[in-house]
């Protein structure tokens, strides 16, 4: 729902609106799946699992549209077999492992070529559709291209871990090892627009999913009303794409000029590739004769947008009807093009342009193309030398995406949340229960190197290529207040 014109100005709610223009749109997607499920135990000691399943969906080719995975998972509580449940260090131990299968469809509308009806009010970017006249309008092409062989995607994990309760509870250890390969995955690849399309579903291939979680749970001071809990949770995890449909070197993710998000074999998920200097093979950079770096010919690597690992410290402070909790969020690793950055630069408005503009006779570390070191000196932003002699404005209006690489790791404070639960005694007669009173905020603290916006955010949000950041918006904090009365 849109609303256009303002009865009062200033006051920007939908209830404020002139004329409101709605508009309405109906998927639907049918799914009959039928599941099996065996369990199996012995004496409390040993576990047996065995599941399975078949889904048919409608959103995928009528030949493709049935897909069955089982899953099969053990686990032996070693403690209880050794009769040690009451030993004051290790109470309790337990180690599992399972072997299975996820199955996905595809999504919405993915296997033909579709036509919709086109807005008659245009998007206030477009221009209003009348054909064929009098406000009637037509229907107009999707711009997916419609795949009739599309097939579910399958994920086959392997999963080892263990389960340990030390010191009569005060210290828990849960530790998992993973390997996930994922098989026919479903990639909404960007076309070329000249083909009348924009986007193509297909099966991309298949991606190796590998890693490490270990949640680690400590009770460091417990003492009357008065208790400290202490939750740290890391993740460590590599995915390398394996392989890709024959005869396709690449899948784009999502394209600019100077970047592309692409699934590539042997590289990470979503790897960044983009224009970037040339170098010699000891990853110098190679200088013209005018003193600047040399731009290559061909688009390489400039980054992955995937983090190294992980991690979580959630501290909760409980005394009598009191409870304190905050929850630290770290992320090490993972780049981020700032092509914010790129282009404030070329308009003069950036902050490294505006630091540096004044910088002259700088001597870029190199070689030439013959191999001598480079000894020609430039100016960064000097008027006589023209567009061609200004730095950031040399290589474009998105400038070069090897300048505009950072790293995006963080370091923040997720949540901070204090809560009072009244004492109980005051509801031992009559109809209330209980009262809580909660005051709680998210995103109150961050801590990056990065230079752009919070760089958890996304140009394209929730989607399989990350790490854009091109005039994206901000994070949002919040602040919750809750009152919870129990009868």
Do not use: C, M
């Amino acid at each position: 729902t849109n609303g256009l014109e303002l009865t009062k100005q200033g006051f920007f709610h939908i209830s404020n609106a002139i004329n409101i223009e709605s508009n309405e749109t109906i998927a639907r997607r049918r799914l009959f799946g039928v599941f099996g499920d065996v369990k199996l135990g012995w004496r409390n000691i040993a576990y047996l699992n065995f599941t399975g399943r078949n889904d048919w969906s409608s959103t995928l080719p009528r030949q493709n549209n049935s897909f069955f995975y089982p899953t099969v998972s053990a686990g032996l509580e070693f403690t209880e077999l050794l009769g040690i449940t009451d030993h004051p260090v290790l109470s309790y131990g337990k180690i599992r492992a399972s072997y299975g299968q996820v199955g996905n469809d595809a999504g919405l509308y993915l296997t033909e070529n579709y036509f919709q009806q086109a807005a008659v009010d245009g998007d206030n970017l477009l221009p209003a559709n009348d054909f064929p006249g009098f406000g009637t309008n037509a229907f107009e092409r999707s711009l997916v291209l419609g795949n009739a062989d599309l097939k579910a995607e399958k994920t086959t994990t392997f999963e080892i871990g263990t389960d340990l309760k030390l010191f009569k509870g005060r210290l828990n250890l849960d530790f998992t090892y993973y390997k996930a390969t994922t098989t026919d995955l479903i990639v909404e690849a960007q076309v070329s627009a000249a083909s009348g399309f924009t986007i193509a579903p297909v099966n991309a291939g298949e991606i190796l999913n590998e890693g490490i979680e270990t949640v680690l749970g400590l009770t460091p001071y417990k003492k009357g009303d008065f208790r400290w809990d202490l939750d740290l949770n890391f993740t460590k995890a590599k995915n390398i794409v394996t392989a890709l449909p024959e005869g396709i070197d690449q899948i784009p993710l999502a394209t600019f000029s100077a970047l592309s998000s692409l699934i590539v074999a042997g590289e990470p998920y979503g790897v960044l590739v983009g224009t970037a200097y040339k170098r010699n093979d000891a990853g110098q950079l190679i200088i013209g004769a005018d003193g600047w770096p040399l731009v290559n010919t061909e688009q390489i690597k400039v980054g992955d947008p995937n983090p190294d690992w992980i991690g979580g410290l959630r501290n909760t402070f409980t005394y009598k009807g009191w409870t304190l909790t905050g929850l630290l969020d770290v992320r090490k690793g993972g780049d981020i093009w700032n092509g914010t950055k790129g282009v404030l630069d070329y308009l003069g408005v950036g902050g490294e342009s505006g630091r540096d503009r004044e910088v002259t006779g700088y001597i870029y570390e190199g070689v030439t193309e013959s191999g001598e070191p480079n000894t020609v000196a430039v100016d960064f932003a000097n008027p006589a030398n023209g567009t061609g002699g200004i730095k950031w404005r040399r290589n474009g209006f998105l400038g070069l995406a090897e300048d505009n690489i950072e790293d995006g790791g963080w370091v923040r404070l997720r949540e901070l949340a204090v809560q009072y639960r009244l004492p109980q005694k005051w509801f031992a007669h009559g109809t209330l229960q209980g009262v809580n009173i909660a005051v709680s905020g998210r995103n109150l603290w961050l801590k990056t190197d990065y230079s752009g916006v919070d760089p958890e955010t996304n140009l394209r949000g929730d989607s399989n290529d990350t790490g854009w950041d091109y005039f994206n918006l901000p994070n949002t904090r919040s602040y919750t207040f809750s009152l919870n009365l129990k009868f």
